[in-house]
């Protein structure tokens, strides 16, 4: 009887275009046809500039077109503030010789390349939508609940994608490039909100992105970039017809010094090694931090998203005792305001049981 199973590996980088990790990986008998995501944190600024997230794709795309692989979505965050380490988080999918139980899950999805008019727009809520349940059916999952993490890679705009719209006599929601990121990574939020049944789609106008948070999802983290055009999506869940000692479950940060979910999150998960940990982070809006006045949004210097990485990541250091997180900045509707979902995946001392 045969079963799908994942695993998952966390490299160090010493810079934006450092494989060599991956390579030795290859070398000592992983498959690379075995590889479905890629997800990576560089050292950049994390903003519209930010073009370690191109070189970092450009040097995957080229080390798996040395392997004949060309179909691994790769979702690039920029920004290790702080203390966090660059690393690549690597997911592979295989059929193995193995009864099935239920065990950690990976399906991936691309879009189609989105008009820069639908960015922040319900159009793009509703294309990202379609994405996650694609990815969904991809890992075998159909019950929303057994998805704990949604990672999305969404476009942003540029002047020449803001000016080619104009040319076509089409507005865009923003012509500041750097705003777009937010109501991209919002709208795409949104949209996985609506594929796992937390916001339905024909009660949200486009006014509500990036202005109604009461409206979000528990288990979407949502980065933006220069590097494409349509959406990378890759959906982590506990499925059934899977095997092996992965495990993941999800905690929502209610603010960005709340870790008692997270406990909660660990007493659910089978007791085992601590494989990755997947977060996100924003500087509360109401510029508040349990009634403490915070000074993230009055940096004129630093993007906000940049100090809550370098915050956010440091509290969840020192709660796992580890700097090699992926932690991704702005959380638009990702979570509640001013907090954001937290995957953990662990890995059992032998496979799960059925």
Same mark, same amino acid.
């Given at each position: ?23 030795? +990986? ?18 950049? #600024? ?19 077109? *040395?392997?004949?692989? #060309? ?7 920029? *920004? ?38 639908? +960015? ?6 509703? +294309? ?5 349940? =694609?990815?969904?059916? #991809?890992?075998?999952? %159909? ?20 000016? %080619? ?9 923003? !012509?500041?490039?750097?705003? !777009? ?35 979000? =999802? ?8 220069? %590097? ?14 899977? !095997? ?15 870790? !008692? ?20 982070? %924003? ?7 349990? *009634? ?63």
């Amino acid at each position: 009887m045969s079963s799908f199973r994942a695993n998952v590996y966390r490299i160090s980088a010493a810079s934006p275009d450092d494989v060599s990790g991956v390579q030795t +990986l290859i070398d000592n008998g992983l498959d690379p046809k075995t590889i479905v995501a890629v997800f990576g944190k560089t050292e950049g #600024n994390g903003c519209v500039n930010d073009f370690t997230r191109g070189f970092a794709t450009a040097t995957f795309e080229r080390l798996f077109d *040395g392997h004949g692989v #060309n179909d691994v979505s790769i979702v690039m965050s920029g *920004g290790t503030e702080g203390a966090l380490s660059p690393h690549w988080t690597i997911f592979t999918r295989e059929e193995v010789d193995a009864p099935p139980t239920t065990a950690l899950a990976v399906g991936v999805a691309r879009t189609s390349v989105m008009p820069p008019q639908h +960015l922040g727009r319900k159009e793009q809520v509703a +294309l990202v939508a379609e994405g996650v349940r =694609s990815a969904m059916h #991809n890992a075998g999952i %159909e019950d929303a609940s057994e998805v704990h993490f949604v990672q999305i890679k969404c476009p942003l705009l540029t002047s020449g994608r803001i000016s %080619e719209a104009a040319a076509r006599g089409k507005t865009t929601v923003v !012509s500041d490039t750097l705003k !777009s990121m937010g109501f991209s990574r919002g709208a795409s939020a949104l949209g996985i909100a609506v594929a796992l049944d937390e916001v339905q789609l024909d009660q949200l106008r486009d006014e509500d992105i990036c202005r109604s948070f009461e409206l979000y =999802s528990s288990r979407a983290s949502t980065s933006a970039g220069v %590097e494409l055009t349509g959406h990378e999506i890759v959906v982590i869940g506990m499925g059934k017809g899977w !095997s092996g000692p992965l495990a993941v479950d999800h905690a929502v940060m209610r603010d960005c010094i709340d870790t !008692s979910g997270i406990k909660q999150a660990i007493e659910r998960l089978p007791e085992g090694e601590m494989i990755a940990v997947l977060a996100k982070a %924003e500087a509360s809006i109401s510029g508040t931090v349990r *009634g403490a006045r915070h000074t993230m949004l009055d940096d004129s210097d630093i993007s906000s998203t940049r100090h809550a990485r370098g915050f956010v990541g440091g509290v969840l250091a020192g709660f796992f005792q580890d700097t090699m997180l992926y932690v991704s900045g702005g959380a638009e509707h990702q979570g509640p305001a001013g907090g954001g979902p937290v995957a953990i995946i662990v890995k059992h001392k032998k496979d799960l049981p059925a």
